[in-house]
T-cell receptor, first 115, second 114 residues
Framework: AQSVTQLDSHVSVSEGTPVLLRCNYS??????LFWYVQHPNKGLQLLLK??????LVKGINGFEAEFKKSETSFHLTKPSAHMSDAAEYFC?????????????FGKGTKLTVNP | DGGITQSPKYLFRKEGQNVTLSCEQN?????MYWYRQDPGQGLRLIYYSQIVNDFQKGDIAEGYSVSREKKESFPLTVTSAQKNPTAFYLCASSLGTGAGNTIYFGEGSWLTVV
């Protein structure tokens, strides 16, 4: 079965500095990978996804992620943090079970942005 | 606007009661899902449905039940058998369940046992 590990439960940055949220996955085949963002008491919004096309994936709000097969990583980055980026971020890998794909979620990384 | 609507946003349940959370989507998606979210544990799959009149257990189905009588609707019942139901519940849908399908989420429902 596939799994995903978000290496930091909390990340704190200053406004205007870079953001790095780390994610490692395990998969026995070429996976699809996603990053979602969740603001407090809200649903999850898709930031970006990788589905075996370009390894550098650009998403919404200036975020991007790079798929590195050799490192089994899919880290999320943004050059300059904004206060509105404060939220929880989930790395997700697809898992093939019973002939269908289901998502396996990491435990989340809470991003704090300081003024 | 197209999307997924969950109701109610907040629900309180007494011990021994069954409660039902509503989920409606107008995205014409075939697949629908229910997830439970607890602090620090990410999301866990309760049930999913790939097509009308069919649904499958997820990882934590015990104490829950669902139905899928219409394509647009996938209600979740939290039964009295669910010993620790206080959580944030998220409904989601996707066009299909093949590789790379994007799952879209509703705004969630808070269930609290009182």
């Amino acid at each position: 079965a596939q799994s995903v590990t978000q290496l930091d439960s909390h990340v704190s940055v200053s406004e205007g500095t870079p953001v790095l949220l780390r994610c490692n996955y395990s998969s026995s085949y070429s996976p699809s990978l996603f990053w979602y963002v969740q603001h407090p008491n809200k649903g999850l919004q898709l930031l970006l996804k990788y589905t075996s096309a370009a390894t550098l994936v650009k998403g919404i709000n200036g975020f991007e992620a790079e798929f590195k097969k050799s490192e089994t990583s899919f880290h999320l980055t943004k050059p300059s943090a904004h206060m509105s980026d404060a939220a929880e971020y989930f790395c997700v890998v697809s898992d093939r079970q019973g002939g269908s794909e289901k998502l396996v979620f990491g435990k989340g990384t809470k991003l704090t942005v300081n003024p | 606007d197209g999307g997924i609507t969950q109701s109610p946003k907040y629900l309180f349940r007494k011990e021994g009661q069954n409660v039902t959370l509503s989920c409606e989507q107008n995205l014409n998606h075939d697949a629908m899902y229910w997830y439970r979210q607890d602090p620090g544990q990410g999301l866990r799959l309760i049930y999913y449905s790939q097509i009308v009149n069919d649904f499958q257990k997820g990882d934590i189905a015990e104490g829950y039940s669902v139905s899928r009588e219409k394509k647009e609707s996938f209600p979740l019942t939290v039964t009295s058998a669910q010993k620790n139901p206080t959580a944030f519940y998220l409904c989601a849908s996707s066009l299909g369940t093949g590789a790379g399908n994007t799952i879209y989420f509703g705004e969630g429902s808070w269930l609290t046992v009182v």
